[in-house]
């Protein structure tokens, strides 16, 4: 976390030989990634327009927001290539835990409507699923900015801060994430050893998107607490580690979660549509839109439509309860009014 190897002249940063092949590299993933992110929101908005079923449907945009997050994350990894500053310092505390909190309680959120609907309890609606996703950020989000003020106002400055200082405050802030991917990693458990097989994929996926980032999170939280202080490359290798966990992390979000997930919707919208009781009610303009056209169809047939009339040989109209097939036939009311005028 802390650079002493690093030239700035005013906004333009200069990086040092032996630090140039970590950050190129972490820059092309970053690069590529943010380009796969767009393209994977693309996709959802694309389902957005196919999916039918409203337990799926329910989930879209919350999976629409974690992307916004993974798209955060990777644009984020920049904050570490550029040495610590007075501006990339507050980007950095600020954002890695709030973004990272999002992710996982979008996680979360899923996690937690899987489990009620394995127990037959039906799905959240997608407003309830975006707002546990959003408020159990929120307290992330809260932190962060009490920390980045009295720091920038009250404190000594990032840039006075010594390394060990920096790496236990850095480490500290991210506790509350810690917590909601412990809470994933139980909830996703409960999810996929449910009674219901066809909830138990998406809930293997969450499951196994939260382990991995356990593991990515130990490993990164060891290296920059113990590993760079026994090897001693504190503070060489701090802004390395975290953006190789940032970045290891923010793929793992794509390849075990996004992708599978938005596979498995694709080939729901190419089956069979679902039976009626599980499909999404149409909006409230459209509902609307479609009773004035039955109304006006109704109108229009009440007032040009034949009806018909059930008529004997000699012509004379029929109760419709006396009316049999063998007795009389069908003919237009129309053609009844013109005989009698004749």
């Not at 490993?219 to 290891?248: E, F």
Request: one cysteine or more.
């Amino acid at each position: 976390m802390f650079e002493d190897c690093v030239k700035s002249t005013e906004e333009h940063y200069l990086f040092c030989d032996d630090e140039g092949p970590w950050a190129v590299v972490l820059e092309s993933l970053a690069a590529i990634g943010i380009v796969v992110t767009i393209l994977l929101l693309l996709a959802v908005l694309f389902l957005l327009r196919r999916v039918q079923e409203c337990a799926r449907w329910n989930v879209l945009p919350t999976q629409f927001l974690f992307l916004l997050g993974v798209l955060g994350l990777f644009g984020l990894a920049f904050a570490f290539i550029l040495p610590l500053s007075h501006r990339t310092a507050p980007v950095r505390f600020f954002l890695f835990g709030v973004l990272f909190a999002l992710c996982f309680s979008c996680l979360l959120a899923h996690a937690s409507n899987l489990v009620r609907m394995a127990r037959s309890c039906g799905s959240f609606s997608w407003p309830t699923l975006l707002a546990i996703a959003v408020g159990l950020s929120l307290l992330q989000t809260v932190l962060a900015i009490e920390y980045v003020t009295l720091v920038t106002t009250r404190g000594p400055t990032f840039e006075r801060m010594t390394p060990e200082q920096l790496n236990v405050d850095f480490v500290a802030l991210t506790v509350y994430v810690l917590l909601l991917l412990a809470l994933t990693l139980f909830v996703a458990k409960a999810a996929f050893c449910g009674p219901c097989e066809r909830w138990r994929r998406p809930g293997r996926l969450i499951f196994a998107t939260a382990l991995v980032s356990a593991v990515i999170w130990a490993t990164w939280i060891a290296m920059l607490t113990r590993g760079n202080p026994q090897l001693q490359r504190q503070p060489h290798w701090d802004d390395a580690v975290v953006c190789i966990g940032l970045v290891t992390n923010a793929w793992a979000f794509l390849f075990i979660y996004i992708i599978p997930e938005l596979c498995l919707l694709y080939r729901a919208c190419r089956q069979d549509s679902p039976a009626p009781a599980h499909t999404c009610p149409a909006p409230v303009y459209q509902r609307g839109l479609r009773m004035d056209n039955q109304e006006l169809s109704r109108a229009r047939d009440s007032e040009g439509a034949e009806e018909d009339v059930a008529l004997t040989p000699h012509g004379v109209p029929l109760q419709p309860q006396t009316a049999e097939p063998s007795q009389g036939q069908l003919l237009p009311r129309t053609a009844l009014s013109v005989d009698a005028a004749v």
